[in-house]
């Protein structure tokens, strides 16, 4: 109805290529135009002003010989002053901004290893945006913003690099569990330390203690009963603590078997043997 009234109606956001005789004639606003189309004028096509977006993966090879897929997205928007500039200059835009984006990427990565290619990624969208922007500026198109999205490597060189990051954290929690344990073991060789030097000063306190009473049991026996000496004294009390010993180690129930002189003369042998044992020790302190 509207090419029988010669009236044309172009969207908001969109622009008109009016066209006469197969020559171009004019870019149309949004809004209604006559057209008279009996005397050659005709529309050409529309031109979208909306901001558009165009994802593109590009696989490349980074310094360390490391393939990478490459996810580039890029913004962009037809220009209203150079419409006629974006609708006959190019016949497949996005083929277009693709294959400098191609041409970028894969002049830029190989130049960085591949740690370098994740840290420096918006350099990497920044080169691109200024070659589409030189590239795409003649055609009509502005590049409003590029971003690089996505780097993802091999599958077998993501593993590595994960089993890479794990041994080094198992290196750094090896470590942390070596320096507890060296912790605990110092702690644990203080306090046995303390507990022996403890457990020292008590055994001397206990036979100073035993010597203390043996003087006092001698001096006392000597004195109640005449005639003996502080030697037979001693003799009776070594050898009444000797069987008080060998009556302890019989009663313990993890002592297998203990032989002892049982002669007539063993009691005399028995006290000899200990009171010499026991100047030995004295004299060798």
């Known amino acids: 109805m509207g090419n029988l009234f010669c009236c044309v109606q172009v969207d908001q956001s969109t622009v008109a290529i009016a066209e006469r005789f197969g020559k171009f004639n004019e870019v149309m606003e949004p809004g209604c ?7 050659g004028y005709k529309v050409a096509g529309h031109l979208s002003l909306r901001l558009q977006q165009l994802d593109v993966k590009c696989e490349t090879k980074t310094k360390d010989n490391v393939f990478v897929n490459v996810v580039a ?34 002049a830029s990565v190989p130049k960085l290893n591949l740690d370098d ?11 691109v945006e200024e070659e589409l922007e030189k590239a ?36 750094v929690a090896a470590k942390e569990k070596a320096e507890a344990e060296k912790i605990l073991q110092i702690k644990r060789a203080e306090g046995e330390a303390e507990a022996k030097y403890l457990s020292g000063l008590g055994i ?23 005639g003996t000496t502080a030697k037979d004294v001693m003799d009776m009390v070594l050898v009444t ?21 049982h002669g007539p003369g063993a009691v005399r042998d028995v006290a000899a043997q200990i009171r010499d044992g026991l100047l030995q020790g004295s004299s060798t302190q």
């Open 33 to 39: 135009h006559c057209l008279p189309w009996p005397v």
């Open 117 to 127: 290619t994740f840290e420096q990624k918006n350099e990497i969208a920044k080169a």
């Open 73 to 106: 997205s890029i913004q962009y928007r037809a220009l209203a002053d150079k419409a006629s500039d974006a609708f006959y200059k190019l016949t497949n835009t996005r083929s277009q901004i693709q294959a400098y984006v191609f041409d970028v990427i894969r």
């Open 241 to 261: 603590q000797y069987f008080d010993t060998m009556k302890e180690i019989g009663a313990s129930s993890k002592s297998s078997a203990v032989f002892i002189p």
């Open 204 to 226: 001397a306190r206990q036979r100073q203690a035993i010597v203390d009473g043996l003087r006092d049991s001698v001096l006392g026996f000597s004195v109640n009963v005449p």
């Open 136 to 171: 795409m500026s003649a055609y009509g198109y502005e590049i409003v913003q590029t971003l690089i999205v996505d780097i993802e490597p091999d599958e077998h060189v993501k593993r590595a690099m994960n089993e890479i990051n794990a041994a080094a954290r198992m290196r």
